[in-house]
């Protein structure tokens, strides 16, 4: 079975400024790894994910994230971050090719300062 | 395009009554989740439909819940009796259906915010 830690429950950062939601994972099998966003009223929508090939993977909107097996993390960071970008992020595991289910960390809730 | 539709929006009730919510996926896609979301906590998979069959249903407390996909188009998810703790977000996905296992995209409902008094 897989597990998704996110240890920060909300990261306050200035706007402009950079940012990086950390995401640990445990799996004893090859995963796919995902980000989900939360905008305020608003249902889940996908960020990026990684299913294989290039480890780092990038969102239209400047995140990027870095699929690490030895840390076994997939960090979500954008080099400067605005006032939209106020949200509660998700980081989600799943076995790849299993039928082990999608399991979804706590979330990070991210507080843009002006 | 319109995005996976969830009814209703919020849902008060008092404990022991029966409650149900509904969702309506994106048009063309074969695969159909409900998820249960705490205050505080990421979403949980209840169950998961491939066209009108559920595929996985490991998370669902069949005592109380169930869930049916009947044309393999929108689904209901019930909950009778319910009780305090049930009160929490409920979310529908649906993806695509073209691979088994959870790779593909999933695409949200808003949620439906149940509060059990």
């Known amino acids: 079975a897989q597990s998704v830690t996110q240890l920060d429950s909300q990261v306050p950062v200035f706007e402009e400024a950079p940012v990086e939601l950390r995401c640990n994972y445990s799996?004893?099998?090859?995963?796919?790894l995902f980000w989900y966003v939360q905008y305020p009223n608003q249902g889940l929508q996908l960020l990026l994910k990684?299913?294989?090939?290039?480890?780092l993977v990038e969102s239209i909107n400047g995140f990027e994230a870095e699929f690490n097996k030895s840390q076994t993390s997939f960090h979500l960071r954008k080099p400067s971050v605005h006032i939209s970008d106020t949200a509660e992020y998700f980081c989600?595991?799943?076995?790849?090719?299993?039928?082990?289910?999608?399991?979804f960390g706590k979330g990070t809730r991210l507080h843009i300062l002006p | 395009e319109a995005g996976v539709v969830q009814s209703p929006r919020y849902k008060i009730i008092e404990k022991k009554q029966p409650v149900a919510f509904w969702c309506n996926p994106i048009s063309g896609h074969n695969t159909l989740y409900w998820y249960l979301q705490n205050l505080g906590q990421g979403p949980e998979l209840l169950i998961r439909?491939?066209?009108?069959?559920?595929?996985?249903d490991s998370q669902l407390p069949k005592d109380r819940f169930s869930a049916e996909r009947l044309k393999g188009v929108d689904s209901t998810l019930k909950i009778q009796p319910a009780e305090l703790g049930d009160s929490a977000v409920y979310l529908c996905?649906?993806?695509?259906?073209?691979?088994?296992?959870?790779?593909?995209?999933?695409?949200f409902g808003p949620g439906t915010r149940l509060l059990v008094l």
């Open positions: 989600a595991v799943s076995a790849r090719g299993g039928d082990d289910k999608i399991i």
């Open positions: 990684y299913l294989s090939g290039s480890t």
């Open positions: 799996s004893s099998v090859s995963v796919y």
């Open positions: 996905a649906s993806s695509l259906g073209l691979s088994s296992d959870y790779q593909e995209t999933q695409y």
């Open positions: 439909y491939e066209n009108e069959e559920a595929v996985d």
